[in-house]
């Protein structure tokens, strides 16, 4: 038969809560004991605070138990033998889990449920190995974080609680919360300093994480989302308590970017952790990399100098048939469209034209009309292109294309520069560094020439340094005008986050700043405002 619900409503609920689990009140659960290491911060804070109330309570049957934030037991404290013994019975041990699905109604399990104070009643226990007790429970909340951080249950073995212990029980949750606040503010400082520490280089992407709290240079600002912080906490408590820095394996940002990283745990401090990131970067694809199938025609759309001359021969690298428009115009001849597509069709093979966009229209509608009827698992057509105007004829040609590839000028790869600045001078000599002064110079310029500007830039500060017998680059070694580093180099996240936007929206308008102050809703004057204030050139 089953047992009629208590009379209050908060009682009643739990009751429900845990007879849908298949839980029976004649039931003897063996305890689920976990590793409760991780609680060592609250029981640092609770247990001087516990043992000073266990010296009040000595001589009564009372107990005072404490458990963390996912109901695992952490301390227990009591003077009484008898007692001791049967709560040891009931399963109350170290690590032992205490959430409803465990133990049913407690004021322990469910006084984390339902985040506030609860009085049980001897009888008002779900299981019938606790009704000899009678408890109040109190939730400990983390001054800093807001988050239960554990409960604090006073048990004695009576028929009702006795109504002292409430006020007592208040105490000591604030006596507790308060160790927590000043630990959290230690620990918040450590956490502050570590990542201070780690920041002096600016060419590396740093963060940090603690119990709330999170930091960025502005670099991790612009390579890291709010999914990858999950990442990082996930990967400090696998990690384990380490003093050195340690690099871990390679990780995939939620962006898709891959990149190295090292881990250095912070003395003192759980759950805490300095990442420093190195975005994975190949300027050249390996040539023994496996490639998928091209589509039938693709559109490689970018500034010159971002690399799309050699992304478009990286997806087809066995292409025998290729115009090169800006080489053919210069030697004074007019691209044969038509002649390419004849001799690509005849040889079975692929074709790239390179800069279409300055194709004369009778080309681009005869490319088009190529694109139109070239069907799957032909060879493929690979268009390289600046962006189009909308309404064009090479937008037109564009949106003909199965695969599009938009790739973003340098300017708007900020987060990047240093690594690929790096990866250029390792080609030049595998002996030169980058210091951090010069990545720092390097990503304040406005990169019109893209990736051939950055390295005629590294090529000249290359030599510089190799002439005086250096082997680390710095910013005496670049030319002169690309030693300043400007205000936008010590931007904070947001300001970075801010900038980024800016320029976006400035290079989707052409430049047209009341068209781009329209596009990100603010006034012309805003727009003028914060142009000047976060060092955007133009």
Avoid at 360 to 369: F, G, M
Wanted: with cysteine; aromatic share 2%.
């Amino acid at each position: 038969m089953t047992a009629p619900l208590p009379q209050r409503e908060v009682i009643a609920a739990s009751w429900r809560r845990v007879r849908s689990t298949g839980l029976t009140p004649d039931a003897r659960p063996t305890p689920a004991v976990f590793d409760i290491a991780s609680a060592d911060p609250l029981l640092d804070a609770a247990r001087p605070v516990l043992a000073r109330a266990a010296e009040t309570l000595h001589g009564t049957k009372t107990a005072l138990l404490l458990v963390d934030n996912e109901s695992r037991m952490v301390a227990r404290f009591s003077a009484d033998a008898t007692l001791e013994r049967q709560l040891t019975d009931a399963g109350a041990v170290d690590g032992a889990a205490f959430d409803e699905d465990a133990m049913g109604t407690t004021a322990l399990g469910t006084t984390a449920e339902v985040r506030g104070d609860l009085v049980i009643n001897s009888d008002e226990h779900y299981l019938e190995q606790f009704r000899s007790l009678s408890c109040f429970g109190r939730p400990i909340v983390h001054p800093a974080t807001r988050r239960v951080a554990g409960v604090i249950c006073m048990t004695e073995v009576a028929p009702r609680i006795n109504p002292l212990s409430v006020p007592l029980i208040r105490g000591l949750v604030t006596d507790i919360a308060e160790r927590l606040l000043s630990r959290s503010h230690a620990d918040h400082r450590s956490v502050i300093a570590a990542f201070e520490r780690a920041s002096r280089r600016r060419d590396v992407a740093v963060a940090a994480v603690g119990d709330d709290l999170q930091l960025t240079n502005s670099l991790a600002a612009e390579l890291l989302g709010p999914g990858d912080f999950g990442t990082l906490r996930m990967m400090v408590d696998e990690s384990g308590p380490r003093s050195p820095a340690t690099r871990d394996h390679p990780i995939t940002l939620v962006s898709g970017i891959t990149a190295d990283i090292a881990v250095e745990q912070i003395p003192g401090v759980g759950h805490a952790a300095v990442f420093q990131l190195r975005p994975r970067l190949q300027l050249d694809p390996p040539a023994t990399a496996p490639k998928a199938p091209p589509a039938a025609s693709v559109a490689i759309c970018g500034e010159p100098g971002t690399g799309r001359t050699v992304r478009a021969q990286s997806l087809t690298p066995d292409t025998r048939v290729r115009i090169d428009v800006p080489q053919t115009l210069l030697a004074g001849e007019g691209p044969d469209i038509s002649s390419a597509i004849r001799r690509a069709r005849t040889l079975e093979t692929g074709l790239i034209v390179d800069g279409a966009d300055l194709l004369d229209d009778r080309s681009l509608r005869l490319l088009q009309a190529a694109i139109s009827t070239h069907e799957r698992g032909q060879p493929p057509i690979v268009v390289v292109s600046e962006p189009a105007a909308e309404g064009s004829a090479l937008a037109a040609l564009i949106a003909c294309c199965r695969l599009r590839i938009t790739l973003p000028p340098l300017r708007q790869r900020t987060s990047e520069i240093a690594a690929l600045g790096q990866a250029l001078l390792e080609q030049i000599d595998s002996r030169l560094e980058l210091s951090s002064t010069a990545a720092d110079a390097l990503v304040c310029q406005g990169w019109p020439g893209n990736l051939t500007e950055l390295a005629i830039v590294l090529d000249n500060a290359a030599s510089a340094a190799l002439t005086r017998g250096a082997t680390t680059v710095t910013v005496a070694d670049l030319p002169p005008e690309y030693r300043g580093s400007t205000r936008a180099a010590r931007l904070m996240g947001m300001e970075q986050a801010e900038r980024q936007a800016i320029i976006e929206a400035l290079d989707a308008a052409a430049g047209n700043k009341s068209h781009a102050a329209k596009a990100l809703g603010v006034s012309r004057t805003t727009l003028y405002t914060r142009i000047r204030a976060l060092g955007i050139n133009g």
